[in-house]
């Protein structure tokens, strides 16, 4: 069974623009995490997609956003740009509740 | 609120020495799961085991063991005969029936093993 699929892998951004990330679940899974991953924070959550409604949010302002397609598929928004928002960005999914999540490769983000 | 501790920001050891990675956690939860992951260079974060809170037995799997203690809040994980390929990354995770699917990580153990 495929993993967790991530596109694109790079991607490199100037401040004030937005980004659009993607993430494919397992197959199966019906739940979407995102995480980010920065040297200073270390890994944050950001929210979780279940069922194409948010779920569970994590405390960012609302410059990130996601949503979930009736596929399960994922994408997470980010607008209006901020140099601290350089960081990798990890989507996980799982299949139910309390299962156990799974993460793809990664998005890794730089805002020049 | 939850909270994971991984007092040990780097560790280096030499091939086939035996190494352990500690973790220590916080939670009101009653039920909650423990998870240790691992990061390569790629920046995947790769499952390595879960540990539900009703469930005190340790594992050993290959060269990985882990023991878990709620008397003292701990969750430590210990690689015997550590291999180069060891080198990562490892976190130490949290959730609980609070916070939902929300992972709450420590800081991570940088392990290096040298040949």
């Known amino acids: 069974k495929a993993g967790v699929t991530q596109t694109p892998r790079y991607l490199i951004k100037t401040r004030g623009q937005q980004v659009t990330l993607s993430c494919s679940p397992i197959?199966?899974?019906?739940?979407v995490s995102w995480y980010q991953q920065t040297p200073g924070q270390g890994l944050q959550f950001l929210f979780e997609y279940f069922s194409e409604t948010q779920r569970n949010k994590g405390n960012f302002p609302g410059r990130f956003s996601g949503r979930q397609f009736s596929n399960s598929r994922s994408e997470m928004n980010v607008s209006t740009l901020e140099l601290g928002d350089s960081a990798l960005y990890l989507c996980?999914?799982?299949?139910?509740?309390?299962?156990?999540?799974?993460f793809g490769p990664g998005t890794r983000l730089t805002v020049l | 609120a939850q909270k994971v501790t991984q007092a040990q920001t780097e560790i280096s050891v030499v091939e086939k020495e035996d190494v352990t990675l500690d973790c220590v956690y916080e939670?009101?939860?009653?039920?909650?799961?423990l998870f240790w992951y691992k990061q390569p260079p790629s920046g995947e974060l790769v499952f390595l085991i879960r540990r539900n809170s009703f469930d005190e037995q340790n594992e050993i799997s290959g060269r990985y063991s882990w023991n878990f203690q709620k008397s003292t809040s701990s969750f430590n994980f210990t690689i015997t005969a550590s291999q180069v390929v060891d080198s990562a990354v490892y976190f130490c995770?949290?959730?609980?029936?609070?916070?939902?699917?929300?992972?709450?990580f420590g800081e991570g153990t940088q392990l290096t093993v040298n040949p």
């Open positions: 995770a949290l959730s609980g029936e609070t916070s939902g699917s929300r992972l709450t």
């Open positions: 996980a999914s799982r299949a139910n509740s309390q299962d156990t999540q799974y």
């Open positions: 197959s199966g899974h019906r739940s």
């Open positions: 939670t009101r939860d009653t039920t909650y799961y």
